[in-house]
């Protein structure tokens, strides 16, 4: 009964969230566009011109998002590339590049070097999260895990002054992913956009400037 009225509760608040109803108005497929514009907004991440990775990418809002600041308002052709990469499928997005694998395995790096013909990345972007059991360290440990590969990912192929913006929670293992951003950038932010809900442990973190890239 108690998960009855929690599912009734997520579906009521979803269908009236105000960031829903505005991704179905402009075409997003999922309201989580809106927390990476805030943040770019803030920050100037996506700029003309850059090489840009969106791991985990799917259902692709990111990836739309990026798109849409590429193209800039004439729209029809972006100046840059855009490589979203996911084990899952993604409906395709124009001018973005998806690949879908693991971003570890050597045949999905391959691809992504040809697409950037060798160059290095600006900003690697991250929404990932892992499948959640519900058990508090298990959980911490799932994230700091995908954490971790992110951060591997960004040292091997960000340009020394990129960026990597990946979504954590704070909670159990948070500390440890702060110092580990910490060691292995030379700035770290911590950001919590209003689009990303109050009651949600949820945020992002974004670190600049590689200090040990690989």
């Known amino acids: 009964m108690a998960k009855n009225k929690l599912n009734k509760n997520w579906l009521h608040d979803h269908i009236n969230d105000p960031y829903v109803k505005l991704a179905q108005k402009e075409g997003y497929r999922a309201r989580a566009a809106y927390k990476l514009k805030e943040i770019d907004e803030e920050e100037k991440l996506i700029k003309a011109g850059q090489n840009i990775v969106d791991l985990g990418a799917t259902p692709g809002s990111w990836s739309q998002y990026v798109r849409r600041k590429l193209a800039g308002a004439e729209g029809g052709g972006i100046h840059g590339a855009i490589i979203a990469l996911d084990l899952l499928e993604m409906e395709p997005i124009a001018d973005v590049h998806f690949i879908q694998g693991d971003f570890r395995e050597e045949d999905v790096l391959r691809q992504l070097e040809t697409i950037v013909s060798g160059e290095k990345i600006d900003l690697v972007l991250s929404d990932m999260a892992p499948n959640l059991s519900g058990i508090a360290d298990v959980d911490a440990a799932r994230m700091e895990y995908l954490l971790e590969l992110a ?3 960004a040292r091997a192929h960000l340009k020394p002054q990129g960026a990597l913006l990946v979504k954590c929670f704070r909670g159990p293992g948070f500390d440890p992913v702060l ?33 040990n890239p690989l």
Not at 198 to 204: G, I, P, R, T, V
């Open 151 to 153: 951060v591997e990912f």
């Open 179 to 211: 110092q580990m951003f910490r060691r292995e950038f030379k700035q770290v932010q911590q950001k919590k956009p209003k689009a990303s809900r109050d009651k949600s442990s949820e945020l992002f973190l974004l670190g600049r400037g590689v200090k």
